[in-house]
C-alpha cells in the first residue's frame, strides 16, 4: 500500500527471499521497466498467510539495489483489518462449486485479496453463512481458483448478494487485482 498526501494506491509484489529476518528481496508486479523510487511516500507490507490471514507491516522501506528491490521492515507485522483491501468490480462469470459438489453458473461482483462477492438471481440457489464453496473463472490470461466461506447475505428485490471471505489464496489473484487497477485507471484517463 503506497500513500502520500490524500491519494493512495496498491501494488502487488512477490516475497523471492529473505536476506534477513527484517530483510527481503521482492519483485514487483508492475509492466513499467522503470526503475521506482519510494523515497517520498509510506509503505505498508501486507501479506496474506496460507490460511487467508492478513497482516501488516507499516513504514517499510523498499529500495533498489544492485538491479533488485529491497524490502526492509522496521517493527512486527500485525493481523490487518480485512476490510482495509481493495475490492476491484469485475461482474465476470464464473463456476461456483459447493460442498455437495455441485457446479453452478455464478456471477462474480468483485474480489480482493481477502474475499470476494457474488450476485445471483433470487430462487436460483441458496447459501448460508458459513457454508464453504469454491470459484474457478478464466478472465484476460487469469486463471482464477478461491476458495471461501460465505460471511453476509444480503436479499434484495429479485436477487441476492453473497460475500466471502477467502479460505485459500490463489497465487495468481495478486497480479490479478493489480491488472484489473491497471485496466481500470487507463479506461478511466481515456474517459477524461
Known amino acids: 500500500q503506497i500513500s502520500k498526501e490524500s491519494n493512495e494506491m496498491e501494488m502487488a509484489a512477490t516475497l523471492e527471499r529473505f536476506v534477513k529476518e527484517d530483510v527481503a528481496i521482492i519483485s514487483l508486479e508492475d509492466e513499467t521497466d522503470k ?14 498467510s496460507e490460511k487467508g490471514l492478513p497482516y501488516i507491516w507499516r513504514n517499510v522501506r523498499i529500495v533498489f539495489f544492485k538491479g533488485q528491490y529491497v524490502l526492509q521492515v522496521n517493527e ?3 493481523r490487518h483489518n480485512r476490510r482495509a483491501f481493495f475490492r476491484v468490480g469485475i461482474s465476470r462469470q464464473a463456476t461456483m462449486r459447493t460442498a455437495t459438489q455441485r457446479a453452478l453458473p455464478v456471477m ?5 485479496l481477502c474475499g470476494f462477492g457474488i450476485t445471483e438471481r433470487r430462487g436460483s440457489f ?4 458459513g457454508e464453504k464453496v469454491a470459484i474457478s473463472m478464466l478472465d484476460s490470461g487469469f486463471e482464477i481458483k478461491v476458495e471461501g ?4 447475505v444480503d436479499e434484495h428485490d429479485g436477487y ?3 460475500g466471502f471471505a477467502l479460505t485459500r489464496d ?3 489473484l495478486p497480479s490479478y487485482i493489480a491488472f484489473k487497477q ?3 485507471r487507463t479506461e478511466a484517463r481515456m474517459l477524461v
Do not use: A, P, Q, T
Not at 35 to 46: A, G, S
Not at 108 to 112: E, K, M
Not at 126 to 129: F, P, T
Open 35 to 48: 526503475i521506482l523510487n519510494f523515497d517520498n511516500v509510506r509503505v505498508n507490507m501486507v501479506y496474506i
Open 76 to 78: 512486527e507485522g500485525m
Open 108 to 112: 462474480i461482483r468483485d474480489i480482493s
Open 126 to 129: 441458496s447459501l448460508v453463512k
Open 149 to 152: 466461506n460465505v460471511v453476509r
Open 160 to 162: 441476492v448478494i453473497y
Open 170 to 172: 490463489c497465487k495468481d
Open 182 to 184: 491497471r485496466r481500470k
